[in-house]
């Protein structure tokens, strides 16, 4: 974790999320705090991508079990698209903080609108299918993908609304910035798989954080540290064309 003057953002003091390329054991979990399924929603990434990293950077997971490919991805080498299924839209800059939105709309008949947005601008749409882009009340993962196709970087905010924006509510969002996005703001400051965004804390004090059975850390050997998760090298080419 580092602060937002360090990372360029401005406000000095507010944490922003470093984070590393990630294997199939990293990400970060999100609990929207659902009762239900939703199939039509809104995430929202304040991210910077350090240059020097290139093919795909896992964006969302909707699963906890990363189990697969991931739903939305960068792609690209110093100039980033975004999306899925070889359709990556826009170009997001290395070395500079964007906000990243994502509109999923259900259209009823198995298939959804996935509305794609750069500093609140509209940079494409594709179909997708709904089955693939639907969010659990268990969660899901961000910055996560199966076979460690990620990126490092910085996270200064995420949010999820599970409702799907419109383009006027997008581009009223803005930019980048320290501030909580409006609305469902916050920030995803653990370096862990730990829930966010934290519960609030009872009236002795106890927060309530846990870790999801999902994704458990390993207990480590009697007498001995936990490892620290292993780095990928590099990363390898989509597996799975038709999904990446």
């Known amino acids: 974790m580092t602060t ?3 990372a360029g ?3 000095p003091g507010r944490p922003v999320l470093q984070f590393d390329a990630a294997d199939a054991a990293g990400g970060h979990v999100v609990d929207p705090g659902l009762a239900a399924a939703a199939t039509s929603f809104t995430l929202v990434y304040d991210l910077l991508i ?3 990293q290139s093919g795909y950077g896992g964006l969302a997971q909707f699963g906890t079990q990363n189990g697969d490919d991931a739903e939305l991805f960068l792609n690209g080498d110093g100039s980033f698209g975004i999306g899925i299924s070889g359709q990556y839209d826009g170009a997001v800059a ?4 964007v906000r990243l939105a994502f509109a999923v709309e259900d259209r009823g008949d198995g298939s959804s609108v996935l509305s794609k947005y750069i500093d609140g601008a ?3 749409t594709q179909v997708v299918e709904t089955g693939r882009f639907t969010v659990g009340p268990e969660g899901f993962l961000i910055l996560a993908d199966n076979d460690g196709e990620t990126f490092g970087g910085y996270l200064a ?3 999820f609304a599970a409702t799907a924006l419109d383009a006027a509510a997008v581009a009223a969002l803005g930019g980048a910035t320290a501030e ?3 609305g469902r703001g916050g920030r995803e400051t653990r370096r862990s798989r730990r829930q966010w965004p934290p519960p609030r804390p009872d009236r002795d004090g106890n927060d309530g954080l846990r870790r999801s059975p999902a994704v458990r850390d390993p207990a480590p050997a009697p007498g001995r540290a936990a490892p620290a998760p292993p780095r990928r090298a590099g990363r390898p080419e989509c597996r799975a064309p038709p999904r990446c």
């Open 122 to 124: 509209l940079a494409g």
């Open 94 to 97: 290395a070395d500079a903080w």
């Open 9 to 11: 953002l401005g406000e």
């Open 157 to 159: 905010n995420f949010a």
């Open 4 to 6: 937002a003057a360090a």
């Open 180 to 182: 909580a996005i409006p």
């Open 50 to 52: 350090p240059a020097g």
